[in-house]
């Protein structure tokens, strides 16, 4: 694992030296917006237009960040109008590369590069920073409109409507407000949360982030007993960005990152709103085909020197993520 330094690959682990043993996600570069009729959005330039076949997304199947843009993809019926390019799931000196020796590693779709670093060096010879996925391309102008997936979700649940007839809204008007204070939580304490237990480097810097997950675990069980979904009985974003992390609980975050006060499957109604958005249903498959399994323990376990060196894979729980969810009276 590296990162890009004026365009040049430097192998360098996360330093948390100068954070005293903390984890800290730097912010990520491109911030465009693809809009309905190409217009600017919140932040980055204009002249990205919702076209169909435009736009490629890179992924990792392992990545909770990047699944969230798949699931978009999936929910918003995106799949024939942007086509997608998986990286391998061993994340190791080179950064995340397009090898294709696993199930399910496209290898670049578009440009037959070797690794992901060469997509970001071509939207930006002198780009500096991390290489993280996922990431939104436009064939067009040839080069990377975001690579931040709290905005490609937002680009996702509006901008191709007009094309796709797809106007079902994970994000709407009147549940803003709401839903921006409960992602608020949920990322700094559970989706990050995670990798700041994870990645910690001193005691402190460990026992802030487990305790913080764990107390916001506790919140949103009890959440949940009362709502179906975060918001009430209307799924939304908060609910889609909080299960990618979800789905990873036990077979990774629980041994791997030290999460473990408790398993997911602990949780009665955690739990039970975990399976029911695995089993969703969509116009074009359900949600449980974006979740890859085999990608998800092989790239946190084989990737993480310093977590893992030896590279053991674990056993791992036998989940029954079919089993009925129950969650059909909760709130009514
Ligand atoms: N803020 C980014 C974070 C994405 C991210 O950190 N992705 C991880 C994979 S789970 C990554 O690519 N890490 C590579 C690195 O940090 O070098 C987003 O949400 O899109």
Redo the contacts with the bound molecule.
Sequence with gaps: ?G?LVNGVWKDNWYDTEKTGGKFV?TT?KFRNWITADGSAGPSGDDGFKAEAGRYHLYV?Y?????HRALIFRKLKGLEDMIDVSVVHPD?LGD??TFSTDFDGATGDQQFGLPFMRDVYIRADPQVSG?????VLWDKQRDTIVS????EIIRMLNSAFNDLTGNTDDYWPEELRDDIEEVNARIYDTVNNGVYKSGFATSQEAYDEAVHALFDSLDWLEDRLSRNRYLIGDRVTEADWRLVTTLFRFDPVYHTHFKCNRNFLRDYPNLWGFTRELYQWETPNGRVADTVHFDHIVRHYHYSHDTVNPHRILPINPILDWEAPHGRENVGA
């Design positions: 694992m990162e996600r990520t990792s392992a990545c909770p960040w990047a994340m950064g995340w991390r290489v993280t996925v996922p690579n931040e997936s709290a």
